[in-house]
């Protein structure tokens, strides 16, 4: 195996053994190893082998917050650095680490653009259970994720909310680093998660960013503790960086919402906009449009107003029609149904989010691999949650596809994940804790 080639002046820097070593023996690697390491493992020079026995040196021994912040600037400076001056408003974005029904983000960035911010809220598709907002937004005919960089800045400046997708320009480095972790064991790692997600949200040029990071089974990390500790390593990470950062520790436990899937969540995500929807997702979309709004330098901006005044749904209008959607178009309609209804009365104590978001998946809601389609009509509607209570025979929830096949699956998946029983469960915050720098 040729562990490294084409070797110049830059190339000889440093020896990867030794990077490795150093980091093997729980020992801090110099700023400029760092920086070498990743351009050259970008360059190909560095091979896989070696970045996996790094990435796992890290796993176990972690990294200083300097060394983060070091690794953080190499992968920005692997790709390109977006600019938004000269855009004569504030710029202000959010990222959720993901969960089960989680469509914050597409009432979130009109309604608080309609205050005059611009938010650029570049986005992934879904891999897994966790479902992906581009996913959601294409089942608007019409809609097209995919804005040149020329018109990502018109449409900020008119219109002021852009949800698009990440151009490949922005961090390659964590692009190869990220599919290597994911087949090495090594996605878990704090430091290489805090440094992947903040290098493509710094490099994308915001000048400020709002955190939902999120624990519990539906989430990425499940444990609160370890959620706490990456929200922080990213607070600080943005706050070094120049970006305003704050975060929202919120809980997955439960899905959000009444919809998991992609055409249903665009259906939940208007009645937010229209004053309406479930209770949870109108109250963690208030609680990170505040956050952003007081990081735009608009602390007392009255989000409720927005939302039952039609501001913010002019403004999701206005976002749709300029990526060639039509707002007011049918979406997609599953063609076969199954409904699963309440056993006994009582109150719903439990419905788990992960065993509804893999049920979701197995739908045809989600992707297994990058280059799956999804069905937009699949996924799962809730017709109660947890702590409301229901009569024998009333639906709990109802699965929705083009497959009848596929609903075997999906209830095997839900088997022993929700349960009616005679107590109401306690309910926990949703908004667990804020986090500043
Ligand atoms: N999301 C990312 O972008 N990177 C990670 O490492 C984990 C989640």
């Not at 070797?7 to 729980?26: F, L, S, Y």
């Not at 007392?300 to 927005?306: I, L, M």
């Not at 799956?372 to 509607?381: E, F, L, Q, S, T």
């Amino acid at each position: 195996m040729t562990l490294r080639q084409g070797q110049g002046p830059a190339v000889e820097r440093h020896d990867a053994v030794d990077v490795i070593r150093t980091k093997r023996d729980g020992g801090e690697v110099s700023a400029d190893a760092l920086h070498w390491l990743i351009d050259a493992y970008t360059r190909g020079y560095v091979a896989d082998a070696q970045m996996a026995a790094f990435a796992m040196a890290v796993l176990l021994n972690g990294m200083s917050r300097d060394e983060i912040r070091v690794m953080t600037e190499a992968m920005i400076a692997s790709g390109e650095r977006m600019s938004f001056e000269g855009l004569g408003k504030p710029t202000v974005d959010k990222h959720s680490t993901g969960g089960v029904g989680d469509k914050i983000t597409l009432p979130l960035a009109p309604l608080v653009a309609s205050f005059g911010v611009a938010v650029p809220q570049l986005s992934g598709r879904g891999l897994g259970h966790t479902g992906g907002t581009l996913d959601k937004l294409e089942s608007i005919p019409g809609w097209t994720a995919a804005l040149s960089n020329d018109e990502l800045f018109e449409q900020l400046r008119d219109v002021g909310a852009v949800i698009c997708a990440a151009g490949s320009g922005l961090a390659p480095a964590d692009k190869k680093l990220y599919a290597l972790r994911d087949v090495t064991g090594t996605v878990e790692a704090i430091p290489l998660i805090a440094s992947s997600i903040m290098s493509k949200k710094i490099a994308e040029g915001t000048d400020a960013l709002v955190l939902d990071v999120k624990f519990g089974s539906g989430a990425f990390m499940r444990d609160v503790e370890r959620a706490r500790e990456l929200a922080r390593t990213m607070v600080a990470l943005g706050t070094d960086s120049g970006v305003a950062t704050t975060a929202l520790l919120t809980d997955m436990n439960v899905p959000l919402g009444l919809t998991i899937g992609n055409a249903n969540e665009v259906r939940e995500s208007v009645e937010v906009l229209a004053g309406g929807g479930p209770a949870d997702v109108v109250e963690l979309t208030v609680a990170l449009a505040r956050e952003m709004l007081a990081l735009a330098g608009k602390p007392d901006a009255d989000v409720e107003a927005a939302l039952a005044d039609g501001r913010a749904m002019d403004s999701w209008r206005a976002m749709i029609r300029a990526q060639d959607g039509d707002p007011d178009a049918a979406l997609p309609e599953p063609r076969e149904t199954h409904t699963v209804n309440a056993p006994e009365s009582g109150f719903v104590t439990r419905m788990d989010a992960l065993p509804f978001g893999v049920a979701a998946w197995r739908l045809g809601a989600g992707r297994a691999r990058a280059e799956d389609p999804v069905m937009h009509a699949a996924g799962i509607d809730l017709h109660a949650k947890p702590g409301d209570e229901v009569t024998a025979g009333q639906p709990l929830f109802t699965l929705l596809g083009h497959d009848e096949t596929r609903f075997e699956r999906a209830l095997q998946a839900l088997e022993g994940s929700w349960e009616v029983g005679s107590d109401a469960p306690d309910r926990n915050p949703l908004v667990l804790e804020r986090i500043t720098a």
